[in-house]
């Protein structure tokens, strides 16, 4: 094929938009250093991207995906489903149970005699320092 033109490509991808649009991704990827499927034939990358898409050497369905992947800022990844797990119990106990979890209360007396039992650490001489 000496000169590649739109129509040979036409039947490749339909629509004359996403043709320009695949080809000039691929071209991108091309001057990126992407190893080319076809003879370059002294063409620029745009043609040689062209005259991939008319010989069939690139699908266009692939090409499609790896522009939506080029353009995403964020990549969604398939995670297995996490499976299900039976609840412990299925009734909450008590005034103050959330759901599955259960509060303690504590008055303000206690907390302070709790914290009147604690020792400090004991001083080492690196935190003399």
Known sequence: MARVT???CVDKVENRFELVLLASHR???IAAGAPITIDRDNDKN???SLREIADSTLTPDDLKEDLIQSLQ???EVDEP???VVPALSSAPQGPEAIGDIQFDRMTEEDLLRGLEGL???AE???DSE
């Open 6 to 8: 739109v129509e040979d």
């Open 27 to 29: 071209a991108r990827m």
């Open 46 to 48: 745009p043609v040689v």
């Open 81 to 83: 489903e996490p499976e």
């Open 73 to 75: 800022k964020h990549v």
């Open 119 to 121: 020792v400090p650490p």
């Open 124 to 126: 080492t001489e690196d």
